[in-house]
């Protein structure tokens, strides 16, 4: 069983930066791929980015690349969103996700998620 905790939401401006955290309390934290998603009102899951079990392999959504880093720090198991100018669209329910398997895009194939940290972008 993995459990996960996501912290740093919170409103900022646009244009803004911030840095999301996930710690996950399991004891084989290399075991498991992460990712982040995100959820606006009403709509999927939309996925965002995704980390390997050895942080050598990671992939974006298109909406965030270049703006967006993942990263992972395994003593401390844990894993980051940095997130770079912010817009409004960014606004969501941003969640933290496990699988015990390779990467993958796809909500479904993680096995488990946080409760999710709020972000609100506006001026």
């Known amino acids: 069983q993995v459990q996960l905790v996501e912290s740093g939401g919170g409103l900022v401006q646009p244009g803004d930066s911030l840095r999301l955290s996930c710690e996950a309390s399991?004891?084989?934290?290399?075991?498991?791929?992460m990712a982040w998603f995100r959820q606006h009102p009403g709509l999927e899951r939309e996925f965002l980015a995704t980390?390997?079990?050895?942080?050598?392999?990671?992939f974006y959504g298109n909406s965030v690349k270049g703006r967006f880093t993942i990263s992972r720090n395994t003593a401390g198991k844990t894993i980051y969103l940095e997130m770079n100018s912010l817009e409004p669209e960014d606004t969501a329910v941003y969640y933290c996700?496990?699988?015990?398997?390779?990467?993958?895009?796809?909500?479904?194939?993680?096995?488990?998620w946080g409760q999710g940290t709020r972000v609100t972008v506006s001026s």
């Open positions: 399991v004891d084989t934290f290399n075991a498991y791929t």
């Open positions: 980390i390997s079990r050895s942080s050598d392999g990671t």
């Open positions: 996700a496990a699988r015990s398997g390779i990467i993958s895009t796809s909500s479904a194939d993680f096995q488990y």
